[in-house]
């Protein structure tokens, strides 16, 4: 009489507990992972300059240190948009991987 306890309490938790707990790690799973590259974050400040890096001289007498200025700027944006892409695209393929992951684990289910 125990096996058969044990089997009904073992289908109510495999079909019915259990289903809500993947469910919420499944969504904890997701959520971390779009966190952890900061996602939203570097997609709002895709074109900042990199580390804040800036100069602001800018003197009209002195045109040659402005277009240094200028150049330097260019090129920390640049390095930043480049850098702010490849993560980006590295937490999007994390997903991705991360779904098809979570797929499969709810179709074995």
Same mark, same amino acid.
């Given at each position: 009489?125990?096996?058969?306890?044990?089997?009904?309490?073992? #289908?109510? %938790?495999?079909?019915?507990?259990?289903?809500?707990?993947? $469910?919420?790690?499944? $969504?904890?799973? #997701? !959520?971390?992972? %779009?966190?952890?590259?900061?996602?939203?974050?570097?997609?709002?400040?895709?074109?900042?300059? =990199? +580390?804040?890096?800036?100069?602001?001289?800018?003197?009209?007498?002195?045109?040659?240190?402005? =277009?240094?200025?200028?150049?330097?700027? +260019?090129?920390?944006?640049?390095?930043? =948009?480049?850098? $702010?892409?490849?993560?980006? +695209?590295?937490?999007?393929?994390?997903?991705?991987?991360?779904?098809?992951?979570?797929?499969? +684990? !709810?179709?074995?289910?």
């Amino acid at each position: 009489m125990e096996a058969v306890s044990f089997f009904t309490d073992y #289908l109510v %938790w495999h079909y019915g507990n259990s289903l809500q707990d993947l $469910r919420s790690i499944t $969504r904890n799973l #997701l !959520w971390f992972c %779009w966190h952890f590259f900061s996602i939203p974050d570097l997609a709002g400040t895709l074109f900042s300059p =990199f +580390a804040r890096i800036r100069q602001t001289y800018f003197n009209i007498n002195d045109l040659e240190e402005s =277009f240094q200025n200028l150049t330097a700027n +260019a090129v920390s944006r640049i390095v930043g =948009f480049v850098l $702010r892409t490849i993560v980006i +695209a590295a937490g999007l393929v994390s997903e991705i991987i991360l779904i098809a992951g979570i797929m499969i +684990a !709810w179709i074995g289910w």
